[in-house]
């Protein structure tokens, strides 16, 4: 099992430009959820999805930032028009079906977005 | 507020020290505790979780509802142990992480 894949693994974008973040979730894990962690802080929720659905948008920025998980393909994390405070470490995780969110998450290494 | 402090940014021991990795949580609920590791240059990964009460690499970690902590403890460091640790507590569907604790094991 290769764990939950992210990439690119870093992304350099100017100001405006639009960013897209992609996962993949651990074989077999239906749930997936996104954190960003700013330099020097923790990580924070942004979005937790199931397939095709968005359960959890509470730590979502209200403008500029979408999430998808669609039917089949890698969960998407979508930036537009991105400022100099979106530089950040955006991290995904993954866990089963089973337990929901009551389920041990596991990590992927992240997506270092830098905003020139 | 949910919220989680490491009070300490950097720990620096000797190899076969003991370690004490500072955690408190402030959550109105019946909170769920974990620490994840993130050694250089790999992924965070899940250390142990207080429901468990386990043990894994030598360390432990009891919840205090008391004192609201969880410290993360290990009778004798080891060069391999340094790296990131961050402490978390299950919120409703998010995790929710301390800033974290670097901890530097040298001989």
């Known amino acids: 099992n290769a764990g939950v894949m992210q990439n690119p693994r870093h992304l350099v974008r100017r100001r405006g430009q639009e960013a897209r973040l992609r996962c993949s979730p651990m074989k077999g894990h239906s749930h997936v959820y996104w954190y960003r962690q700013l330099p020097e802080e923790g990580l924070k929720f942004m979005v937790y999805?199931?397939?095709?659905?968005?359960?959890?948008e509470s730590g979502m920025p209200k403008e500029r930032f979408s999430a998808e998980f669609p039917k089949e393909g890698p969960s998407i994390l979508r930036i537009q028009q991105v400022v100099r405070g979106d530089s950040a470490a955006y991290f995904c995780?993954?866990?089963?079906?089973?337990?929901?969110?009551?389920?041990?998450?596991?990590f992927g290494p992240g997506t270092r977005l830098l905003v020139l | 507020a949910q919220r989680v402090t490491q009070p300490e940014k950097l720990l620096s021991v000797f190899k076969g020290a003991p370690v004490e990795l500072k955690c408190n949580y402030s959550y109105s609920g019946s909170p769920e505790l974990f620490w994840y590791v993130q050694y250089s240059r790999q992924r965070l990964q899940l250390l142990l979780r207080?429901?468990s009460r386990e043990s894994i690499k030598g360390f432990t970690a009891d919840l205090n509802k008391g004192e609201t902590s969880f410290h993360l403890k290990k009778p004798f460091a080891q060069e391999e142990d340094s790296a990131m640790y961050y402490c978390a507590l299950r919120a409703g569907t998010a995790l929710i992480f301390g800033k974290g604790t670097t901890l530097s094991v040298s001989s």
């Open positions: 207080h429901i």
């Open positions: 995780a993954s866990s089963p079906p089973a337990g929901g969110p009551k389920e041990t998450q596991y």
């Open positions: 999805l199931q397939k095709e659905n968005i359960i959890d």
